[in-house]
């Protein structure tokens, strides 16, 4: 009698076991919802740190040819968007507020949920009242979230 309830025990430890095994394989191979992120190569992580030092540094011209460099070398990259309102903001710096515009309105249309989507439409905004393009600013559409504005904003 002693033997078979130790055989019993046994058992249900084998089949706790076996169970649990199931479980967590199952668990592991479940398919996730998350949509990937692009990794960044060296290369890639290289040619933008290169144009923000640019940008920080005031040399716009150059940094302009550094991120359409990235953007050209990288076109579904991590920092396209960032890129993209980095060149908007070259542009005005270099009082070019056409050239300014066309980033901005790339990044709005390619990028609408990118952090830098609502900076890039108040800078819109400003640029079209600034070169007398009212009626543009009429029909720029704001931000698909507007709570993503801040209160500065």
């Known amino acids: 009698m002693k033997n078979l309830s130790h055989l019993?025990?046994?058992?249900?430890?084998?089949?706790i076991a076996t169970i649990t095994c199931g479980w967590l394989a199952a668990c592991a191979l479940a398919p996730t919802d998350r949509p990937a992120t692009p990794s960044a190569?060296?290369?890639?992580?290289?040619?933008?740190?290169?144009?923000?030092?640019?940008?920080?540094?005031?040399?716009?011209?150059?940094?302009?040819?550094?991120?359409?460099?990235?953007?050209?070398?990288?076109?579904?990259?991590?920092?396209?968007?960032?890129?993209l309102m980095k060149i908007g903001a070259a542009y005005q710096h270099l009082e070019?507020?056409?050239d300014a515009?066309?980033?901005?309105?790339?990044?709005?249309?390619?990028?609408?949920?990118?952090?830098y989507a609502a900076d890039a439409y108040l800078e819109m905004t400003?640029?079209?009242a600034q070169t007398h393009r009212f009626e543009k600013v009429l029909e720029l559409k704001p931000p698909a979230d507007p709570a993503s504005l801040s209160p500065g904003q």
């Open 96 to 98: 070019r507020p056409l």
């Open 41 to 83: 190569t060296d290369a890639e992580r290289s040619l933008f740190h290169d144009a923000e030092g640019l940008f920080d540094a005031e040399s716009y011209e150059a940094a302009i040819e550094a991120y359409n460099d990235y953007l050209l070398k990288a076109p579904q990259g991590r920092w396209v968007a960032a890129s």
């Open 101 to 115: 515009l066309d980033y901005y309105q790339r990044l709005l249309s390619e990028y609408p949920d990118a952090p």
């Open 126 to 128: 400003a640029l079209y």
């Open 8 to 15: 019993a025990a046994t058992g249900r430890y084998l089949l």
